[in-house]
Structures are given as C-alpha cells and as structure tokens.
C-alpha cells in the first residue's frame, strides 16, 4: 500500500499554542499561476524624507514636531487605538434578557506608542547595525519596564503590552520610514490570552514548558531550523500558516524582555538581522511582514508569569514571488487556515539563503 | 461625569459565535488617511472572453474543455486542496515522546468543487436576475444533498460541505469570471466546529437558538438591520470585525439547505441581490468580499443539527473607498481583531444605498 506523504498529501496539523488547526495541502503548489509578476527592482529611499512624519526634525500630521533624534526614537501615537481618558464602562443589562445575553461588551483603555527605528528614513532592519539593532531592543525592554512600573504602582491600568511592527504596504504601513508599534492595554488580547491558556495547561500536565519543550524538540530534528544563536532559536514551525513564517523562541526560560542580559540584547538584534536578511534574499525583495513579541502580562499571578516564555512571531504574506501573496480569504475565514507548502519546505527554502549577505550589496 | 459612548471610546465586543473579541476603536476612523485613491471606472468586461478559463466552451489550465453550459454550472477543481484518494494518516508517534506532544497531525480528504455562477463573464450576483440567481441557490442546496447522500451511504468519508465565493482582485480571486467554490471535507473546520460548539453552549444554557434569539433581538432592536424579507435577515452583527461585514440569517429554524422551499430559494435570491447591490453602491465599485455558508454538518447527532441554524457571513475589506481597505495586520494578528467604526454606523450607510438600483445602471 501507498505511504502517507506529507509533501503529497493533505493533513492538518495543530498549532498547540493556539489549540487550533491549519490545512495543509502541500501539492497545491504545483498549480500554474496566472497572477501578474513584477520586474524585481534594487530599493531606493532617500536617507531623509523632508515630507515623511518620522524623520527626525519633521512636522507630523497633528502639527508635533519630531526632534532631531540621532537614534531609536519612541513617542505616543497620534491617533491611537485606545487612550487612557475615556469613562469607564458600566453594563446595565441583566443576564436575563436577550441583550445582556448576545451583546457583551467591555471598556478598554490604554496606550499607543510609535518607535522609529532610526532617524535613517531607508534603514530596515536587515541594513541595520548591530549597535544600532540592540539600542531597538533597548527601547523595548526599557519601554516594557516603565509601563510595567506605572501598572504596578496604580499609575495606569495597564495589563499587557503587544510589541509588533507592519512592515511594507502589503502590511497596512503607509510609512515606509522603518518603525514599529506597541499598544498597552488594560485588557490581555484575545491571541495572547489563548497561548498563555494553552501554555498553563501544557505545564500542568506534563510539567514542564510547551516552548521549552519546543525548542529541545527542534533542535534535536534540524529539519525546521533555520537560525540559531546562544540565545535564541528560529523555526518554521511544524503548524506555520503563512508560506514562510517563523517563531523566534528563547532557548533559556526567559518571561519577558525583563530577564534580558545585555548578552541576550545583542544575541536578539544579531538573529533579528540575520533573519530579515534572509527574508529579503528569498524572493530580492524589501520582505514585507508582520512580527510581533508575546511575553508575560504586565501585571499577573507569579504561575501565568512562570508559563510565559518570550517569543516572537513573523507573518510575511509572500508565497511565490516579491509580487504573489498568499490570500487567506474564503475557505481559510469561514473554515480553517490552509497553507500550499509544508513547513519542511518553507524552512529548506530559508536555510539555504544567506543570513550574512543583503542581495542588495551583491 | 462624562458618559460612556460608542461612537468615541474604545471598547471590545464579544462574538458569541467564536467566543472571541473584537476591539473597537471607533475614534480612529477621524485619522486622516495618506494611501492613494483611485478614480472609479465602471466596470467593463465582455459577456465572453476567449482566454478565461471558466467561460462555456474553453480549455482549462488542465486540458479539459467547458462544455457549452447556459446557467449555472459545476465540476471539480482542477487544483484541489484535498483529495479522495491517498493514504490513511496513521499517528506512529505516543503521546508520551516530545513529538508525540507537539507535532500532532491528521489526515485530510475531500473534494472541491468550482460553481460557475453563469455562462456570461461579466456578471456578478448583484447584476444577475433572480431565476438566475435562484439557480445558484439551487446549485448548493442540490451539491449539499448529493455530497450528503454520498457520506451517508459510506461512499465518501465526507463530515461539511464549505461553500463560499471569494470575489474581486482584492480577496485572493484571480478569474473575474463570477464563481464560487465548495470544499467537502472529512473533517470540520475549526471555525465551523467552534460556532457549533458556542451554539450548543447556549442552547444547553437557554433552551433556545442562539441566532434565533439574535434574529429577534436584531429585529427589536432595528438599528444594525440592513435588509429583510420573509425568510431572511441581514445585520452588521454587533462583533462585526470586517468594518462592512454582514451577518444573513435565517428568520426560521432551517438547519441547512435541505430544509429549504422554494420560497426560501428566491427569498434568498432577492436578499443576495439586494444586499450585493447595496455594497457595489458604497463605493461605486464591484465590491470584493469572500462570503460563504454555515449551516449543518453532513453527518452528525441529532443535538448538532439541531444546534446549527443557516447563515451566511459576508467579510469584505474595504474601509473608506474602492480602494482603501482595511489591513488586519500586526495587532490583529498578534493581539486582537480591531476595528476603526462602530457596527452600529457601517449599519447606517449601508442602510441608506439603494439596494434595488445598481449605480452602473444610473
Ligand atoms: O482556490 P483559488 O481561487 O485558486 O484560491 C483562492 O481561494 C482559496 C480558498 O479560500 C485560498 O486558499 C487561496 O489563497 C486564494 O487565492
Ligand atoms: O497603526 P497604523 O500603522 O496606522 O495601521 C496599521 O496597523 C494597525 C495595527 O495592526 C491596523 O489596525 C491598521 O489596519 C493598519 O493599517
């Protein structure tokens, strides 16, 4: 009888940090695609943009002046998703009529920061120094400790803290002047809340931790690896929904950006570098992406703390080419994610591009 | 004290669907917005165009030719996801190793199916007639009861049949040829299984249907109501993620298209008619969306079928014109789905479009 192939055959695999499922039907990417494709042109951004909103010296949107930052530059958005002044909510309807049943309802409020990267308007992360890479991770760690000390002080509200960063247009930035996000809020999202769910239950069965687990296991495999420093570790993951993407998983049992060293400092902006490098040679493109960091809430019982463990998650849309994405649209919205590669594959492809050479110096 | 308001605090709302929230951040939509705008054409396909693979009478990718079809017309996709035929997935791997833990995986089989909507290239739902429009409600209901009859006498493994259409550039569609899709798998979608599973819940908790109380209280409550007939309702559900998206449920408890008249037939028709007009009217443009169908599992308890009630979800992207869309990106993927208006004003606008005159027609 025939063996079940997993480059051949369709299978589900479940992503256990979420407890949810994706498709995968690796031998879809064999259809011919009829989809536009784009000549591949080198980037060329001027270094300073005078009608950008974050260069340094700037007037933005709302009439602020930016100063003249000489590096990584954090400040509140101008238009934010959540603020800090706003009434509180109070729910008048009772469990017992239809409303207070089917239309539930919280406040929330919170805070949204911006940080610029680097005063340089076409500096991405791959072109980025080290020196400069580790004063970003810097700013996330210093940023994580300040509104950690306002929450726990009775300051601000705050419980968590999601860190992300929407990389090129295919991403919903309409700034390409290289910044990422953070938005605190007085509520743990939804996403967030399901991983540390999933890791409390992983840890009361079998005592130990889901990603710590993860991390033995991968590194024993190789076949999803695709970098790896002291610190850190890169993978495809085994349940990966986007062609080509990847978590960023701690090696030691690290919470938050709190339990960094400075040596954990520079092995992050390192990988970081390495990772986007390669990301930009797969397809010789500026790789757009969405990443994010997940770590522990703000404000939490030492037992959630104890189950968090810092990761980072990339979500790049592309599947075929600098110009062809993959749609997660109708069967992926209604039913259940469905990916056309393995993520075998995925991560072969990423292993064999250079981490150390940006295609655009070649 | 100031009050609490909708329209300029932010806040989450809670889909009892999928038990997960929606942060609503109904202030953000005063931001100013940067990203192009493009001039609106009017839509100009031919009725027939000899390259387009799904037209009557033309070669597919595959070699096979489109017979001469003059309604609605239905066969398997060349470049399925899943498939009947391959091997059984057998888990080799015990609970107790690492990978036994982590890496879990099922077998997945199936077919898909493409449903051209008409001979004519260039129509759309919301330009078709309604018998011919009630010819492709009659298409999904008769593929339901034949996949459903295949999975009940064991000559097909099959559990749900996923309908839906993805339309437009935008949702991942690549032939402008108006044509849904179904997916008939031996598994149920997590989103599926999910909104089973909160459906259940409730009935166990009320004794009642879970959208059969929304259609009541919607119908009370009037404000996020956009179309209705006798057999059928369509809200901007409260947990509205998408900022136009629709909820169309059944005003009677139908479980699926199996329990469909002929009168549900075109009443469904003449909704789907009114409400795609409605949205091309929006923005002057041939609005994408990906939609589909929920509704009962192929084989199930009694309780499950009992606890399914039809509907259909509409998700389409666009925010403020016919071409800015919205981008769930980095929060929403990292965090929590976010949203830039209130359900309750995407209700009001589309409210006020005609939903009988098409604006290419005026
Ligand atoms: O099946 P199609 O039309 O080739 O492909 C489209 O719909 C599928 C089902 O939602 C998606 O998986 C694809 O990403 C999308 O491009
Ligand atoms: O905050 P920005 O950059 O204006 O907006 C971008 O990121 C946000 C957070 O992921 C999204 O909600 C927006 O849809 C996206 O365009």
Chains 1, 2 share one sequence.
Not at 39 to 45: F, G, H, I, R, S
Not at 177 to 186: F, I, M
Not at 277 to 282: A, C, E, G, P, Q
Request: hydrophobic share 35%; with cysteine; net charge negative.
């Amino acid at each position: 009888t025939q063996q079940f192939d997993f480059t051949n055959h369709s299978h589900r695999r479940l992503n256990p940090l979420t407890n949810t499922y994706v498709l995968c039907s690796p031998h879809r990417s064999k259809r011919p695609w009829q989809g536009a494709r784009e000549e591949v042109k080198k980037m060329a951004l001027p270094e300073y943009d005078p009608k950008c909103y974050l260069c340094p010296g700037n007037i933005r949107a709302t009439g602020d002046v930016n100063p003249k930052f000489e590096s990584t530059y954090i400040f509140t958005n101008d238009y934010p998703a959540v603020k800090l002044e706003q009434p509180e909510y109070i729910e008048e309807e009772q469990e017992d009529t239809l409303k207070g049943r089917l239309l539930k309802t919280e406040g929330v409020r919170g805070k949204c920061f911006v940080i610029c990267f680097s005063p340089n308007h076409n500096l991405t992360i791959p072109i980025m120094s080290i020196p400069e890479l580790t004063k970003v991770v810097s700013t996330w760690q210093k940023l994580y400790q300040e509104v950690q000390h306002e929450a726990i002080n009775g300051s601000a509200p705050y419980k968590y803290l999601q860190i992300f960063e929407n990389k090129g247009f295919a991403m919903g930035c309409s700034n390409p002047h290289p910044h990422g996000q953070a938005w605190c809020l007085d509520v743990i999202p939804t996403e967030v809340d399901r991983e540390l769910e999933n890791m409390g239950k992983y840890h009361r069965q079998h005592h130990s931790h889901l990603l710590g687990d993860y991390v033995k296991l991968e590194l024993a495999e190789k076949e999803r690896v695709v970098l790896e420093n002291d610190s850190f570790v890169v993978v495809v993951p085994y349940w990966a929904l986007w062609p080509f993407e990847t978590l960023l998983i701690s090696k030691e049992h690290l919470t938050s950006t709190n339990d960094f060293t400075d040596k954990h400092k520079s092995d992050l902006a390192l990988i970081l570098k390495k990772l986007t490098t390669k990301y930009d040679n797969l397809f010789n493109t500026s790789f757009p992406y969405s990443m994010g960091i997940h770590q522990a809430p703000l404000q939490c019982s030492e037992e959630v703390k104890n189950n968090s463990w810092f990761h980072m998650h990339f979500y790049p849309p592309l599947l075929r080419s600098a110009t062809v994405k993959k749609f997660c649209v109708g069967f992926e919205m209604l039913g259940e994610p469905q990916r056309d590669l393995t993520s075998e594959q995925a991560a072969a492809r990423l292993i064999e591009l250079s981490g150390d050479k940006h295609f655009n110096d070649l």
